[in-house]
């Protein structure tokens, strides 16, 4: 069990994958923010976080991709969660999340 | 009335001890025989009311701890998250709780955004005292076997 984060960033021409691995809490949400910030702030960028090795997440997560999606609409730039495990997006569902930030679960989580 | 078994931890109030004190939830609600989706429930609002008293604590005081308590009841699990470090006194603390109600400390304990609302949508009772620090008390009952038992009012017995 992984209660750290890893943070990968693969940039393609005007893509940004972040690849993400273990929780995203009080601790680690900083570490995302510094990582995905920048790219939201950029022009006309692809953010695609991949989050299917994310199994667990809370308010402090939320609120760093509120802030991204945030930074991402003033830049013209566009945030997308993919990969998202049933348990994370019920979080989104519960908070209304989903219904302002784009996410595909075309791959479900749980183990 | 009401045998239990008590818990309680001291972490210093800092972000770092948030994931820690989720492994233990994790751990004593699996041993209780919670569902997976119950400890996932327990283990989202416990780090938020952790979250909560680390920024709270960081705000006031250069350092201070975070208690958190444990009642391992047959039918329920009560966690405690107390800001102010010192331990609980559990008759004390359950006179001064109330309902949760809009109020100023909510105010306080929202800036962590959803934090409070996670709480309160994922257990099945929140109370939160404020008069010395802020204490958040949360309950989660056991829905195995259909056993949904009748809230009587007099959550925590003090049987120290």
């Known amino acids: 069990m992984n209660i750290n984060l890893e943070v990968e960033v693969v940039e393609k021409e005007s893509t940004a994958i972040v690849l993400l691995a273990g929780e995203i809490d009080a601790y680690t949400a900083p570490k995302l923010k510094e990582a995905l910030l920048p790219f939201a702030e950029q022009k006309g960028i692809l953010i695609e976080v991949n989050l299917e090795k994310v199994n667990y997440l809370d308010s402090t997560g939320l609120g760093v991709f509120i802030s991204a999606l945030k930074a991402t609409k003033e830049s013209g730039s566009e945030l997308k969660l993919v990969h998202v495990q049933d348990r994370v997006k019920r979080l989104f569902e519960i908070t209304g999340l989903d219904s302002i930030i784009t996410i595909d679960t075309t791959v479900r989580g749980g183990k | ?160």
């Open chain 2, 1 to 160: 009335m009401n045998a239990f078994d008590f818990i309680e931890m001291k972490v210093p109030a800092k972000s770092e001890y948030v994931g820690v004190i989720r492994l233990s939830t994790s751990g004593i609600a699996n041993r209780m025989g919670f569902t997976y989706e119950d400890i996932e429930d327990l283990k989202v609002a416990i780090s938020e009311a952790m979250s909560n008293a680390a920024t709270h604590a960081y705000d006031e005081r250069e350092e201070g701890e975070i208690t958190i308590g444990f009642g391992v009841y047959s039918d329920r699990l009560e966690v405690m998250v107390a800001d102010h470090g010192g331990s609980f006194n559990l008759s004390k603390v359950k006179d001064g709780i109330g309902p949760y109600q809009q109020s100023e400390s909510i105010e306080s304990l929202r800036e962590g955004g959803f934090g409070l609302f996670l709480i309160d949508a994922l257990m099945d009772k929140v109370e939160i005292k404020s008069d010395h620090g802020v204490i958040v008390l949360m309950t989660k009952y056991l829905h195995t076997n259909e056993n949904e038992v009748g809230l009587d009012d007099d959550q925590i017995s003090t049987t120290q």
